[in-house]
């Protein structure tokens, strides 16, 4: 059985691994576009077609990493399976459709997603869909499942799938970019850095 340690270094490893590959690959011309689909001919004989990206094959890589360690981290808890791709599956049921609307309600633009709007909305709904659960499960023979373990346990699968193949590796830039802007004019080091800073 892999050790506590040894499963931390091999996430390491890898995403380090996967972090130089991509800060090297991805800003290149040829990675922005994966494949073009055709949907329509006008009457001009040019084809209008659905583009996907390398940005949204690795988006739902993370997402599908997040989730494998999610699988994980609850079965070190003793939660069967099922439960907890059940658990999953009724929580992204509600967080999904949640990215559209929070970023209609909020930016005004109704064909745009938002994966912060899910993510907020999944602060909330979760405890209550375990306390749901935590209902149901005696009822079938099963045993309750921890409430503040499980939350952490998404917490841990969340920041490693915003900080692993999505959107981590700009904001890891963005956030380089702030930490210089944070420095005094000329180079030299403000006298009294803040982390605050780096969020402004």
């Known amino acids: 059985m892999i050790s506590s340690e040894a ?11 996967l972090t130089t590959w991509a800060f090297k690959r991805l800003p290149d011309e040829r990675w922005q576009f ?14 209008h077609g659905l583009n996907f990206t390398y940005y949204g094959l690795l988006t739902a890589n993370a997402l599908v990493f997040g989730v494998g360690l999610l699988i994980v981290l609850l079965g070190s808890l003793h939660v ?8 999953i599956f009724a929580v992204l049921l509600l ?7 929070v970023a209609r309600l909020v930016e005004g633009k109704p064909c745009t997603f938002t994966v912060a709007g899910a993510f907020f909305v999944g602060i909330f709904i979760t405890p209550a869909v375990v306390h749901c659960f935590n209902l149901v499960l005696p009822e079938i023979g099963l045993l309750t499942i921890p409430l503040v373990p499980i939350l952490a346990g998404v917490m841990i699968a969340y920041a490693f799938w915003r900080s692993s193949w999505s959107v981590g590796l700009h904001q890891l830039r963005v956030l380089l970019w702030r ?13 009294r850095w803040s982390p605050f800073c780096l969020l402004g």
């Open 7 to 17: 499963f931390v270094l091999s996430l390491g490893v890898l995403l380090g691994s």
């Open 34 to 47: 994966l494949a073009s689909v055709p949907i329509v001919k006008d009457s001009s004989g040019s084809w």
């Open 80 to 87: 069967p399976t099922t439960v907890t791709l059940t658990l």
């Open 95 to 101: 967080c999904l459709p949640a990215a559209k609307w």
């Open 179 to 191: 930490f210089d802007r944070c420095r005094a004019p000329g180079g030299a080091k403000a006298s």
